[in-house]
């Protein structure tokens, strides 16, 4: 088998870098190691930059978000009682779209699917072979039968646990983290949401989130320690939880309901360096990790895409070289503030064990500075809205 562009991992990174390239007439095979049904059985981001929408557009894939996405001009605030509203239109003029990474990558399927796309599912064992030459290539097992897959070049939009980042030698890896002590524990219900906007809430028993996907479709998050299993969150306990971290006004207007997806995912900052390796090149969390707390995962996911997908074309239009040379410190030049935005906000509205009578004064500051400050909500609003690419 032979493609130009080999890309490892059917999740949003591949599957966009894939059609974006489909669309520039440069041809590219993905390798996932999951069946479709189990990517798309996924729960995870809910809210894409402008940016990202503007990629959708390009790929094509569009048509769905524009009808059932969410227009958001803002987010609200909340600390202990007090509620306030960060406007994005009047401060940075954009807005930010929801709508779940689960229906972002079922359109992107369907576009592959439609446009004749390769997608090899249930991919084992890959193998990344002579990155560093001119002729790289591919092994992996699919159904017991060894195969090979020779290509031009190789992205590793594998995720954090894939094959590819580990193919980049050690001695040429620098890794940078930060582990925080505490989760989110993830519940998604067929119930109207909380509010018309998302909620982010610091309370003094930790923080919590009100989120949505649909019409009756809302998603929550509470804080939780990291030795916590979701057996430990029967429905009645994480409805009263979050009712107790949310502002009285909006606990009494709650509605909840059975959970139809329940899961607790632990809150990392991770960074590892360089993203390229001769013919190899990361996106996504195959590369780096951001705490949710500024939506900033799938959207870091994007701009990688769009680097290099930028940097593909400009080779194979003009044999341009330079855009290639230059993705890594491209890439981690926005990287880094969105890791950056993603650590404040962390540090903003959580409760941290260590957390000492003075950093709770200095907490308090902050938000109350916030509350008050158009200058803080310009930084906040700019950043949570998405930095330019
Ligand atoms: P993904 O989505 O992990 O996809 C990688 C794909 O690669 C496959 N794979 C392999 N395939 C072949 N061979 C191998 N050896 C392979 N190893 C792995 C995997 O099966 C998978 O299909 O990475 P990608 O595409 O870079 O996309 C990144 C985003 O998924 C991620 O950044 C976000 O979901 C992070 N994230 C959130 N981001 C936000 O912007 N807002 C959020 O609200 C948000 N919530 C979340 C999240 C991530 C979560 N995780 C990881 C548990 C909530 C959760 C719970
Ligand atoms: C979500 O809807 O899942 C979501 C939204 C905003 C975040 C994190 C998660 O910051």
Redesign the pocket.
């Known amino acids: 088998m032979r493609t130009k562009v080999a890309i490892i991992g059917g999740g949003p990174s591949g599957l966009l870098l894939g059609q974006l390239l489909m669309k520039r007439g440069i041809d590219n095979v993905i390798l996932e190691r999951r069946t479709r049904a189990h990517v798309l059985g996924r729960?995870?981001?809910?809210?894409l930059e402008v940016g990202f929408v503007e990629l959708m557009h390009q790929a094509g894939v569009s048509a769905r978000m524009q009808r059932e996405g969410f227009i958001h001009d803002g987010i609200e605030i909340a600390h202990g009682e007090r509620m306030f509203r960060i406007d994005f239109q009047k401060l940075v003029r954009r807005p930010v779209v929801?709508y779940?990474q689960t229906e972002v990558t079922r359109d992107l399927y369907a576009a592959r699917d439609e446009a004749g796309g390769e997608t090899i599912h249930e991919a084992e064992d890959v193998a990344i072979h002579g990155a560093d030459g001119d002729a790289p290539y591919v092994t992996f097992t699919k159904d017991g039968e060894k195969c090979r897959l020779d290509c031009e070049f190789i992205a590793g939009c594998d995720g954090f646990h894939g094959a590819s980042r580990p193919t980049i030698p050690a001695n040429l890896r620098r890794e940078y983290e930060k582990a925080y002590p505490f989760g989110w524990m993830?519940v998604l219900s067929e119930t109207p949401p909380a509010n018309r906007e998302?909620i982010?809430s610091c309370s003094e028993h930790g923080f919590a989130?009100c989120?949505?996907?649909r019409e009756n479709l809302s998603?929550y998050?509470v804080q939780c320690p990291l030795s916590d299993s979701p057996d430990d969150w029967p429905d009645d306990r994480f409805w009263d939880e979050l009712k107790r971290r949310l502002p009285a006004p909006v606990a009494e207007r709650l509605v909840t309901g059975p959970s139809i997806e329940k899961s607790i995912a632990p809150l990392r900052s991770f960074v590892s360096e360089p993203m390229q390796w001769g013919r190899l090149f990361l996106c996504g969390d195959a590369s780096h990790i951001v705490p949710?707390?500024?939506?900033?995962g799938l959207n870091t996911a994007a701009s990688d895409v769009h680097y290099l997908h930028s940097a593909l074309g400009a080779w194979y239009d003009r044999g341009d070289e330079a855009e290639l040379a230059g993705y890594s410190a491209r890439a981690l030049s926005r990287i880094w503030k969105a890791e950056r935005f993603s650590w404040w906000?962390t540090n903003l509205l959580h409760r941290f064990p260590e957390q000492s009578g003075f950093d709770l004064k200095i907490q308090a500051a902050e938000l109350d500075y916030l509350a008050n400050s158009t200058a803080a909500q310009k930084a906040l609003a700019e950043n949570y809205v998405g930095l330019p690419y």
């Open positions: 729960i995870r981001a809910g809210v929801v779940g993830g998302l982010y989130l989120s949505m996907r998603r998050y949710p707390t500024g939506a900033k906000m």
